[in-house]
Antibody
């Protein structure tokens, strides 16, 4: 059974940093592209970032490029999202998701329950 | 960036009736080399993460009831729920994964009439 467990969310001041983790199990983690998607309170889904399974290429939404870094540790079956220079508009539930493919071009097949990041003074 | 739009914003359908949601991309998401449309549909119920329903525009994810179907190509896509059930009340999102950023549509809320 595929399981994705996010952690690391919490309250952080504007300008602060946070690192999210997503521990994966039930599949060959290194093989698949993994994504981060966020959802601000009461809003729709916003794609944030993806790291490919085939070659670890990364892509980012314009709103986070240069501030967020996605990475993976295949030995720990864990996906990370390092977030810097956080803004109030980064407040959201952050979901990690496993794609259907090793390339970055795939639907998001399994999702974690999410971790809440709140940016506020 | 590819902009995804959905219509309607919301709809209310009687139990057992058909629900149709439209999704349009600002540029084609059809990859000519493999003739695949890089388009997915998701269902999200309150307090839950999204659930993948359809990928490659028309391939139903395993375990998804066959009353859900996806169609379309290029820039225009449709999600159809052939006979609405009470458990289908949710927000439905389309998403393109043709080119980064892999944008979502704004969502369509489906309710029971």
């Amino acid at each position: 059974e595929v399981q994705l467990l996010e952690s690391g969310g919490g309250l952080v001041q504007p300008g602060g940093s946070l690192r999210l983790s997503c521990e994966a199990s039930g599949f060959t983690f290194s093989t698949y592209a993994m994504s981060w998607v966020r959802q601000a309170p009461g809003k729709g889904l916003e794609w944030v970032s993806v790291i490919c399974g085939s070659d670890d290429t990364t892509y980012y939404a314009d709103s986070v490029r240069g501030r967020f870094t996605v990475s993976r540790d295949n030995s720990k079956n864990t996906l990370y999202l390092q977030m810097y220079s956080l803004r109030a508009e980064d407040t959201a539930i952050y979901y990690c998701a496993k794609t259907t493919s090793s390339t970055c071009n795939g639907g998001m097949q399994y999702w974690g329950q999410g971790t809440l990041v709140t940016v506020s003074s | 960036d590819i902009v995804m739009t959905q219509s309607p914003d919301s709809l209310a359908v009687s139990l057992g009736e058909r629900a149709t949601i439209n999704c349009k991309s600002s540029q084609s998401v059809l990859y000519s080399s493999n003739n695949k449309n890089y388009l997915a549909w998701y269902q999200q119920k309150p307090g839950q993460p999204p659930k993948l329903l359809i990928y490659w525009a028309s391939t139903r994810e395993s375990g998804v009831p066959d009353r859900f179907s996806g169609s379309g190509s290029g820039t225009d896509f449709t999600l159809t729920i052939s006979s609405l059930q009470a458990e289908d009340v949710a927000i439905y999102y389309c998403q393109q994964y043709y080119s980064s950023p892999f944008t979502f549509g704004p969502g369509t809320k489906v309710d029971i009439k």
